[in-house]
């Protein structure tokens, strides 16, 4: 029995698709040079972070625009909801333009878990420091709500990031 020479084709992998004609290949290394992540958009992550933002904004338009009894809660409640709605508009900024690979100095996941960690106490503080003082006036009742409505939205966010380190934590050890 000879056995003969055999041919093997790199682009094919052993039972697999062949490989795409070289204008596919070419677009899908342009994707990874893509300024934006379109996914992100529609990611859960994503579309969390906006909810995030969108209540943040709401809660503070509801308590600038509402007569204030207590001058000193509600400047809190204003600057940590603005605080941390630019602390998310920076991340979702630094995700959707992946600056996050070109700045490798940096561990995103940690610095992002550690902001949500501290926004969200703050928040919390703020929004019970505020519903504490808001004496049934609608708009600081309404700014109270989203401010609560934001610290359990962060809590989410804790709670995936938390759970995306722990699971890329886990894989990198076992290898």
């Not at 596919?24 to 994707?31: E, L, N, Q």
Request: net charge positive; proline share 3%.
């Amino acid at each position: 029995m000879s056995h003969g020479a055999r041919v093997i084709r790199t682009g094919v992998s052993s039972g697999g698709p062949a490989a795409p004609p070289p204008a596919a290949a070419s677009s899908s290394a342009g994707s990874d040079a893509e300024l934006m992540d379109g996914a992100y958009f529609r990611s859960c992550a994503g579309m969390l972070k906006v909810a995030q933002m969108i209540s943040l904004l709401i809660g503070f338009i509801s308590v600038n625009s509402s007569q204030w009894t207590d001058y000193s809660a509600y400047s809190y409640f204003q600057i940590v909801t603005m605080c941390d709605l630019v602390m998310i508009l920076f991340f979702y900024i630094i995700h959707i333009f992946r600056i996050y690979r070109k700045l490798t100095c940096v561990s995103w996941p940690l610095a992002e878990f550690l902001h949500y960690l501290i926004g969200t106490i703050l928040l919390l503080i703020a929004s019970i420091v505020a519903a504490s003082k808001s004496y049934n006036l609608t708009g600081l009742v309404a700014g109270a709500t989203f401010g609560f409505l934001a610290t359990i939205l962060c809590v989410l966010s804790i709670w995936s990031s938390y759970k995306v380190s722990c699971i890329t934590q886990s894989t990198n050890a076992s290898v």
